[in-house]
């Protein structure tokens, strides 16, 4: 993996923290919390947030508050200086992403244009 300046890197808020290790508390002892970006959605690519049992060779490793988030290489490249965060609002719960990589993104955030 190329190496990425600290300020690039995507930063997990303390609600995304908070929320991930309860969603990993129902899960298999070492399991993480994946995010990465797929082609698709309305705008192009869309976010996809999973549960898995381990590390890939490329993936890079956020550590916040004893919870691991990884994003692997190519998604890195999209997510570079965003912001993952858990939201809870009138409309519901969500993790959402904070872009600014991002030209556009669809009215239910989960999807974007680069």
Known sequence: MSETATEELP??????ARRIAKVLAG?????????AV???GCS????????????E??????ERDGVTVLVDSVSLDFLKGAKIDF???LIGQSFQID????TAACGC???FSV
């Open 57 to 62: 060779a490329d993936d890079l490793a956020i």
């Open 99 to 102: 872009n600014p990589n991002a």
């Open 109 to 111: 955030g989960t999807s």
């Open 87 to 89: 939201v809870d609002n």
């Open 38 to 40: 797929q082609g698709g």
């Open 27 to 35: 899960e298999a002892e070492g399991s993480m919390f994946r995010v």
């Open 44 to 55: 192009g690519f869309q976010y996809t947030f999973d549960i898995v049992p381990r590390r």
């Open 11 to 16: 930063v997990v808020t303390d609600r995304a």
